[in-house]
């Protein structure tokens, strides 16, 4: 605003001076015009110093923010270092422990373990490779952090692949290994007006060590929708053909429909919702599949004939020998 003013001002000497010339108009204008000069030249001064002044003030935001970007990378990476700690505690291997259960060639000690960046050396590809073979997770969710921790197969018409795996897994651990059977309704019905599914659950020992024996988890997706005659077959004649050929029964378990989903699609610890399971086994898949003769607690003994037939002509003692 005073730059105008000034400016104005040596407009105002000039018509003077151009209408009545005279010393005292000359003088009046030249002292307006040094005037106004002087205060352009403070103006353009100051404009420069305030943009060298924004310019430095620009780049020390870069610096920070680069800065910043550098310790969240460097956070992200220590981010797989706390998964790695976790995925091991969870699966009752203490922080503490973990240079004693890992195998000796990955050379990790109590140093590494007690500073994630020392830690962080050592998580190679073969310790990475170890991990996920060991604990049964995938490499993406310890790698990255996605959501999904484990791959889940879906047996449904699948029944062979099942039985195979769970002939196999009883043949190298013989009964040292669960099959849990979950159910999301207190009380199993032959309708389809409500949603009532059975999950299962593998749990299978991976490490063993004189202090304790450490086991992983094979979650399914497969939920056998007990409303829908098919999956209900399947499910009745896979836990008939573990009985009678493998002399092993399913422990049965309620869930909730919401855990139930959670643990059939790999996106929660299967120990978490182990430990949370009451006392005692709330009911028995082998009720299902047994005849009067056999049981005496039996269950929907009017499907029983059907289960057998079922059997016969998918053919599941035939391929679950085939398989061994």
């Known amino acids: 605003m005073i730059k105008i003013l000034a400016w104005s001002a040596v407009a105002v000497t000039f018509s003077w001076v151009f209408f009545a010339p005279g010393f005292e108009p000359i003088a009046a204008f030249l002292g307006s015009f040094l005037t106004a000069t002087i205060l352009q030249f403070k103006k353009d001064s100051s404009d420069k110093t305030e943009m060298v002044t924004k310019e430095s003030e620009v780049k020390v935001e870069i610096k920070?923010?680069?800065?910043?970007?550098?310790?969240?990378?460097?956070?992200?990476?220590?981010?797989?270092?706390?998964?790695?700690?976790?995925?091991?505690?969870?699966?009752?291997?203490?922080?503490?422990?973990i240079p004693r259960f890992?195998?000796?060639?990955?050379?990790?000690?109590?140093?590494?373990?007690?500073?994630?960046e020392k830690l962080l050396l050592k998580l190679s590809p073969a310790v990475i490779d170890w991990?996920?073979?060991?604990?049964?997770?995938?490499?993406?969710?310890?790698?990255?952090?996605?959501?999904?921790?484990?791959?889940?197969?879906?047996?449904?018409?699948?029944?062979?692949?099942l039985l195979s795996l769970i002939k196999n897994i009883k043949l190298n651990h013989g009964y040292d290994f669960e099959v849990i059977a979950f159910k999301s309704v207190e009380n199993l019905e032959l309708s389809e007006k409500r949603e009532q599914?059975?999950?299962?659950?593998?749990?299978?020992?991976t490490i063993k060590s004189?202090?304790?024996?450490?086991?992983?988890?094979?979650?399914?997706r497969t939920l056998w929708d007990w409303g829908y005659w098919r999956t209900r077959y399947q499910f009745k004649a896979i836990t008939r053909i573990c009985l009678k050929e493998l002399n092993f029964s399913f422990e049965g378990y309620d869930l909730d429909s919401e855990?139930?989903?959670?643990?059939?699609?790999?996106?929660?610890?299967?120990?978490?919702?182990?430990?949370?399971?009451?006392?005692?086994?709330?009911w028995y898949p082998d009720d299902y599949c047994e005849k009067n003769s056999e049981?005496?607690?039996?269950k929907e003994s009017t499907e029983i004939d059907s289960i057998l037939e079922y059997i016969k002509d998918r053919n599941y003692d035939e391929i679950f020998r085939e398989h061994a």
């Open 64 to 97: 920070e923010e680069v800065k910043k970007d550098e310790i969240k990378k460097t956070e992200n990476v220590l981010d797989i270092v706390d998964r790695f700690i976790n995925l091991l505690e969870i699966h009752d291997i203490h922080k503490n422990e």
């Open 102 to 116: 890992l195998p000796e060639e990955f050379s990790i000690t109590l140093t590494d373990v007690s500073n994630k």
């Open 131 to 161: 991990a996920c073979s060991t604990f049964n997770v995938r490499r993406e969710w310890l790698e990255t952090g996605e959501k999904k921790i484990y791959d889940t197969k879906d047996y449904y018409k699948m029944e062979h692949g």
């Open 197 to 205: 599914n059975v999950n299962l659950l593998i749990v299978v020992p």
């Open 210 to 220: 004189k202090e304790k024996t450490i086991y992983k988890y094979i979650p399914t």
């Open 259 to 282: 855990r139930m989903y959670s643990l059939s699609s790999g996106r929660t610890f299967p120990k978490t919702i182990i430990e949370d399971l009451p006392i005692g086994i709330t």
């Open 295 to 298: 049981n005496g607690c039996n």
